[in-house]
């Protein structure tokens, strides 16, 4: 088969124009993967003043902590319990939320001290399940614990949430620094979170969050 039949309903400009076109797709294609790579480490560089939200330490009623990376916030809001920052621990997320409570009373948390909120799957969740919770044990002030390049979106949300509670981030700080956590698993993470963070304030100015509440069912952690 010659040239000229590989595509038999299409002309010679035709053929010449569709190998233009292929060839512009590819080097666009290319373009973005460079302006990908390039802006990764701007994002990173720009991820503590843009995604974190850090306020002074203060007495608060109850320490929420956030599921989801588990080993660093339960030492996180362990820590601050035991400091007397609070008396009392919410622990908010679906599939690791009775896995903190045990690595907190590990570390000398009462275990009477920790209530949990075992159903959430995501940020907004998360704020809005511990609404009820909160409400029933009277608190006016809360310190947040969660991952600091997560902290800025959580804060809103709970914020946004339980309105009539004052509200103090207090997040788990980066492990190592800026340089080798875009080579980890939180380098990931924070790329994720730009896009993230930007979508929860959209949706909240659109007034689009749900707010209903499902019965209690087990957790996922409980289910395995």
């Not at 060839?23 to 973005?32: E, I, M, P, S, T």
Request: proline share 6%.
């Amino acid at each position: 088969m010659t040239r000229a039949q590989t595509h038999p309903g299409l002309s010679i400009r035709q053929r010449r124009a569709r190998k233009r076109s292929r060839k512009w797709f590819f080097a666009g294609l290319g373009l973005a993967a460079v302006l990908a790579i390039s802006a990764a480490p701007l994002a990173l560089f720009l991820a503590d003043p843009l995604l974190t939200i850090r306020d002074p330490i203060g007495k608060a009623d109850v320490i929420v902590v956030l599921g989801g990376d588990g080993p660093s916030r339960a030492t996180r809001a362990a820590g601050l319990w035991q400091t007397g920052v609070a008396p009392k621990v919410l622990v908010s997320g679906d599939g690791d939320c009775y896995w903190i409570r045990e690595a907190m009373i590990d570390q000398g948390v009462d275990r009477s001290a920790i209530a949990v909120e075992c159903q959430s799957g995501t940020t907004w969740e998360n704020a809005l399940f511990s609404s009820p919770i909160l409400k029933q044990m009277n608190v006016r002030s809360a310190v947040l614990v969660t991952s600091w390049y997560h902290s800025r979106r959580a804060i809103a949300s709970f914020e946004a949430a339980s309105e009539d509670i004052r509200w103090m981030s207090v997040p788990v700080e980066p492990r190592q620094p800026l340089e080798k956590v875009a080579f980890g698993p939180d380098g990931i993470q924070i790329m994720k979170e730009y896009p993230k963070t930007v979508w929860y304030a959209i949706r909240h100015f659109l007034g689009l969050e749900s707010t209903r509440i499902p019965a209690a069912f087990p957790s996922r952690e409980a289910r395995t």
